[in-house]
T-cell receptor
Framework: GEDVEQSLFLSVREGDSSVINCTYT??????LYWYKQEPGAGLQLLTY?????DMKQDQRLTVLLNKKDKHLSLRIADTQTGDSAIYFC???????????FGTGTRLQVTL | DVKVTQSSRYLVKRTGEKVFLECVQD?????MFWYRQDPGLGLRLIYF???????EKGDIPEGYSVSREKKERFSLILESASTNQTSMYLC?????????????FGPGTRLTVT
């Protein structure tokens, strides 16, 4: 099965850029996802990238995919206090739209 | 908007009790999932269901069972709760399509077993 690793914690100052990293073992996924979990809530899809792309930009979010190194990253520009959350990378696994989630990175934004 | 609701936000149960966690979705999704979330371990899939009365084990099914009698409802059952089942439980649902498919999550149930 897929092994997906993320660092557990990241602290950035408001206005700085945040980079959340994810490494994985299985390279056959067609779509790679980033989910966000705000305090006290379930997960919400933040963005995704198709595996034949290297980069996807969506307003303040940039997703970078390095298939050779099996590395996925999420960059948040001009990080705001509302970005404080846990971020999970996720990959399709098997059938029925199953996903394998990373361990999650808690982003803390300080003033 | 898709809405996934879970019966309780917080639950405290005693060791050995039978525990039912209920999940309801209102978007006619075929797939439903139960995860548990623990710090440093991320989300781990317990069971999923791709149709009414159909279920498959996920990565950590031991100590759990599920029931899906209606399309919109997916129940997680702890037959005899143990302290190592203290966790956050998240339910999700999705359509059954090829390609990019989003999972929609409920707010979670924080279960404490004493």
């Amino acid at each position: 099965g897929e092994d997906v690793e993320q660092s557990l914690f990241l602290s950035v100052r408001e206005g700085d850029s945040s980079v959340i990293n994810c490494t994985y073992t299985d390279s056959s996924s067609t779509y790679l996802y980033w989910y966000k979990q705000e305090p006290g809530a379930g997960l919400q899809l933040l963005t995704y990238i198709f595996s034949n792309m290297d980069m996807k930009q969506d307003q303040r979010l940039t997703v970078l995919l390095n298939k050779k190194d099996k590395h996925l990253s999420l960059r948040i520009a001009d990080t705001q206090t509302g970005d404080s959350a846990i971020y999970f990378c996720a990959f399709p696994s098997g059938t029925a739209s199953k996903l394998t989630f990373g361990t999650g990175t808690r982003l803390q934004v300080t003033l | 908007d898709v809405k996934v609701t879970q019966s309780s936000r917080y639950l405290v149960k005693r060791t050995g009790e039978k525990v039912f966690l209920e999940c309801v979705q209102d978007m006619d999704h075929e797939n439903m999932f139960w995860y548990r979330q623990d710090p440093g371990l991320g989300l781990r899939l317990i069971y999923f269901s791709y149709d009414v009365k159909m279920k498959e084990k996920g990565d950590i099914p031991e100590g759990y069972s599920v029931s899906r009698e209606k399309k919109e409802r997916f129940s997680l059952i702890l037959e005899s709760a143990s302290t190592n089942q203290t966790s956050m439980y998240l339910c999700a649902s999705s359509l059954s399509l090829a390609g990019e498919v989003e999972q929609y999550f409920g707010p979670g149930t924080r279960l404490t077993v004493t």
